[in-house]
C-alpha cells in the first residue's frame, strides 16, 4: 500500500496535531520529518514536515484538512491558522 503526503507544514508539533485529527476520523496517518530523528528540529523548517496517509484514504483526508486540491500545499488556511495559534511564523 503506497503513501501519500496531504499537507506539509513548519512544525512536527503541527503535523502531529493534522495526523491525530486524520486518526481520529478513522484515516491511518503517520508524520515524515527529515530532522535528523528529533535531534535537529530547525531542518524541519527546510523541508518541512509531512503528514501522510494511504493513497486510497488522501481525498477524505485533503477534505478533512481542507485541501481539496490534488498535490499537497506547503500550507493551508487551516495549517496556517494552526501555526499562528502556536505561535509559529508562517512561511506562506
Known amino acids: ?3 501519500v503526503s496531504v499537507a506539509v507544514v513548519g512544525s512536527r508539533t503541527e503535523a502531529e496535531l493534522i495526523a491525530g485529527m486524520l486518526r481520529s ?3 491511518r496517518a503517520a508524520v515524515s ?3 535528523a530523528g528529533g535531534w535537529d528540529p530547525q531542518l ?3 523541508s518541512g ?3 501522510l496517509v494511504p493513497a486510497v484514504d488522501a481525498g477524505q483526508a485533503r ?3 481542507g485541501d481539496d486540491s490534488e498535490p499537497a500545499k506547503p500550507l493551508n488556511a487551516l495549517q496556517r491558522l494552526m501555526v499562528r495559534l502556536l ?3 508562517s512561511t506562506q
Open 1 to 3: 500500500m503506497s503513501a
Open 25 to 27: 476520523h478513522g484515516i
Open 33 to 35: 520529518a527529515d530532522d
Open 44 to 46: 524541519q523548517l527546510g
Open 49 to 51: 514536515v509531512k503528514v
Open 63 to 65: 477534505k478533512l484538512i
Open 87 to 89: 505561535g509559529g511564523r
